[in-house]
């Protein structure tokens, strides 16, 4: 099989990237050619000493090799220059126009290009995102400010552009969906896409990530942070905190410090984010003492050293942290917003929230697995749900909807 993947960019790191990265692996040892078409191996090679062809084409090898893909053809993507603002809709342009010439038995784009037979949406539908965000800015004059910036935004504007003319006849022949609640919108905003969508959840590399990271990692980093022994510690990792929920998770920390919970909760905050904001906010909810923040780091230590994954998001597809967090044995705090929740059964491997801002009901799903018997039955159920949906099993079922459309 040949395929061509248009792509943003092509590197082993970040969410979206790394998995690129491992779809590229797993089509190579199945024996597939596989080009790549990216603005990012033309921005290596205009860095390099010479313009010429050779320095160029070993740039692009340069990147494949990095991404541990050898073999891989990495097609410079000519962008113009635009402002910021356009580049997204640049990139639609110039791989709808790429895509064409390709001698490819199928096409592939996970970025919402255009002209792929196969997209794969990871940031799901933008009118929804629009919608969801809005909901997380509290009080009216906020929400206001909020809507009217959007109103006004070009890029915003741009972005539900793309996806309007991505999901116009005659379309991509084959959408996956890395939930069903993803599954759901398309079908709500773009019913003639509605019979091409497959779902295919997002899943962790559950060798890298397990639960006996914890006696590699918990003693230690507990200690750095100065967490009790006898803290229930939930972990939040992402950089859109106000989108992820952060303030909810505060909100309920506080709830259980006012009340003097039989346990102490603590919450263990990884990524970038207005920290100087979040720390005046946990302030006011009593919680100031109660958090740890240590920025964008890799975050496989802290999930060692917490009990739970907490992201009560306003707006996630499938996020990634939920299916890493499982693995790591966490039970996820989450909400139906966070597509990955339609994997968790309530009360064993997590529990979810209907409404994304309701501390409250957060800070009773923290007592619930204040019970230790509870939290051990818990961490099992959520590893064993993490086995069910590995990384191995997505890329599999990727490959395997690759195939089918290539053969039709």
Known sequence: MRISIAC???????????FLA??????????VQVRILTPDARAAAAEAPAAAEAPAAAEAAGAAEAAGAEGVQIVPLALPRVPRAFRDLALARAARAALAREDAEVTFSDQKCWGADVVRPGGGVQREYVRQRQRSYRGLPARAFNRL???LSVRERLRIHIDDRLYAPPGPRCIIANSDMVRREIAR??????ARVQVVYNGADCARLHPALRREHRPRVRAELRLPPDALVGVFVGHDWRRKGLFTFIEAVGILARKDAPQPVYALVVGRGRERTARAFADRCGAADRMRFVGAVAPAPYYAAADLLVLPSYYDPCANVTMEGLACGLPALTSLHNGAYELLTPGQSGLYLRDPSDSAQLAGFLEHYMDAPTLEAGSRAARALALEYTQEHQLGEIVRILAEVARR
């Open 8 to 18: 943003k960019q092509f590197a082993p790191s970040g969410g979206a990237e790394s």
């Open 22 to 31: 491992s779809l590229v692996r797993r089509l190579r040892a199945e024996g």
């Open 149 to 151: 910036s959007r109103a």
């Open 189 to 194: 905003h773009y019913p003639a896409m509605a």
